[in-house]
């Protein structure tokens, strides 16, 4: 356990000098009110009907094609985090978060409102560590008439959440970052790949 108390030591050392430091403000003044007048105008969005009600969109009209996406996080943490992991008294946070993110993109049509039960074909998550945190990666498969991109970026999170929950007894501070769609393909949009477009 000398370890894990060395590294609880030092991740709460690395934190008390970010006591004075500005919070981070993730939205700007005035965006609430833009979002609810957005909310007044539903006659052309395709998530609300007439009546101004949410909706989930119909897409049965819609051709079964193969989809696939993928989605990336990274979860920064302490280098003595980082060295207490192999004695980690909960276990190995990598496998239980790669589990967790499995079982979370085959439950994403409970969590976000309107995305569609869509049967997966394929699920891969995958977690590595890197000098100063975890790097996830994942990717979902389908043949179905929507896009998995919600599914890859759920698992992504929750693997992500996960590695944060087995860890936290180590370093309450560790900070979960960069949760991005890397790629997707299939669909009426395109395929898309982060950083450019593709035709």
Do not use: W
Request: glycine share 8%; net charge positive.
């Amino acid at each position: 356990m000398g370890a894990v108390a060395d590294a609880v030591k030092g991740a709460r050392s690395n934190r008390a000098r970010l006591d004075g430091a500005e919070p981070r403000h993730h939205t700007r003044r005035g965006e609430c009110d833009n979002l609810l007048l957005m909310a007044k105008k539903t006659s052309h969005l395709s998530h609300y009907d007439a009546q101004g009600k949410a909706r989930m969109v119909d897409v049965s009209s819609k051709a079964r094609t193969a989809r696939e996406a993928e989605a990336s996080a990274f979860v920064a943490m302490a280098p003595e985090v980082l060295r207490a992991l192999p004695k980690n008294p909960k276990g190995d946070p990598l496998e239980v978060a790669r589990t967790a993110g499995i079982m979370a993109a085959k439950r994403t049509a409970e969590l976000i409102p309107m995305c569609h039960p869509v049967a997966l074909s394929h699920i891969a998550v995958t977690l590595r560590l890197c000098e100063n945190g975890v790097s996830i990666a994942t990717k979902v498969k389908t043949m179905a008439e929507t896009g998995v991109e919600m599914e890859a970026l759920v698992a992504a999170s929750v693997a992500a959440l996960t590695v944060y929950d087995m860890c936290k007894a180590l370093d309450k501070g560790i900070e979960i970052r960069e949760v991005v769609l890397e790629r997707k393909t299939g669909g009426k949009s395109g395929d898309y790949r982060r950083g450019r477009r593709e035709k």
